[in-house]
């Protein structure tokens, strides 16, 4: 048996998020660590402050760090830990690559990076109903020179991000439909994530993130630019850098914590996104979202899942 906790990134954001985690000891000490490290900027969760990507990520990364601490106050910890974009940084706290203050500080890095690459023009937008191949060939025929799109995030085998240009995101409705999806939907993310227009926030990252110590892995971290299982920190931190200008292989992670004996998926707040994908892809599997549990029912059933003799560090994950 194993439990697996996934981190949600941005587009779950929503209003009132960081005021709705659990009422745990934990969650209100690591908001306020938050607004030590970051004064005035962690604990900003209304629906206009959620419209910056800086914002967002931050508020993020604080509700990730929180739920984990409170989950393992109540003696509830992971046997692996996959992160979504943004929700690769939470994760890396919950494996012990980074600090909480690593962090935050990189996340709000990222983000102004992100901002400031194009702070307009273009964004991103989910496909339903098309297969991979079937929104290549879309992709293809809709982008040009001035106007490109990419393959942003492959989510489940018929749902994916596509990311570019807004003239090219508007000739996407129609193309896609031609070719038999069943939906597409712009994304309140303003950003082209995930593609190789953000090769050199890429490249700052890396070297942000350059001087971090290398650490031991804490439990096991699978790298949403990969879909594969890393054990060592430098390649973490490798997935977290190169991640914002490279395809997100989510559909890889979850198939592969299923292929590993997961037999619980904890998602952490904000949303049920990846609990609800996961539940797709493994629906004999116990799946929690832990914005739609008691705190105290999740610890319950992490404690029964996890694998005997599994890491038991922590009440201070990230300090």
Avoid: K, N
Wanted: with cysteine.
């Amino acid at each position: 048996m194993s439990v697996a906790f996934l981190y949600p990134g941005q587009g779950t954001q929503r209003p009132g998020m960081l005021h709705d985690l659990p009422g745990h000891p934990a969650v209100a000490a690591t908001r306020a660590e938050a607004e030590r490290i970051l004064p005035g900027s962690s604990l900003r969760d209304t629906a206009e402050a959620l419209e910056s990507t800086v914002t967002a990520q931050v508020a993020l990364c604080v509700a990730g760090v929180a739920a984990t601490r409170a989950l393992a106050g109540e003696g509830a910890v992971p046997d692996a830990v996959a992160g979504h974009s943004a929700g690769a940084f939470p994760a890396a706290v919950a494996a012990g690559v980074l600090t909480f203050a690593e962090a935050l500080t990189a996340v709000r890095r990222r983000g102004e990076l992100m901002r400031d690459a194009y702070p307009r023009g273009y964004g991103m937008a989910v496909v339903l109903g098309l297969s991979v191949p079937q929104a290549r060939r879309v992709i293809e025929s809709i982008t040009t020179d001035d106007d490109p799109a990419y393959l942003a995030v492959v989510d489940t085998d018929r749902q994916l991000v596509v990311a570019g240009g807004d003239r090219a995101l508007e000739r996407l409705d129609a193309a896609a439909a031609r070719a038999g999806a069943r939906r597409v939907r712009r994304l309140d993310i303003a950003v082209p994530s995930h593609c190789p227009l953000l090769g050199r926030v890429a490249d700052a990252m890396a070297d942000h993130l350059a001087a971090i110590p290398r650490r031991p892995l804490g439990v096991p971290y699978l790298g949403d630019s990969t879909g594969r299982l890393l054990r060592d920190s430098g390649a973490v931190l490798d997935d977290l850098a190169r991640g914002v200008a490279t395809t997100v292989r989510w559909r890889d992670v979850v198939a592969l914590l299923g292929e590993l004996g997961t037999t619980l998926f904890v998602q952490t707040p904000p949303g049920h996104v990846l609990a609800d994908m996961a539940r797709a892809a493994h629906p004999r599997t116990r799946v929690v979202a832990l914005a739609d549990t008691d705190l105290a029912d999740a610890a319950l059933l992490t404690r029964r899942d996890r694998l005997p003799g599994g890491s038991s560090r922590t009440p201070s994950i990230g300090t």
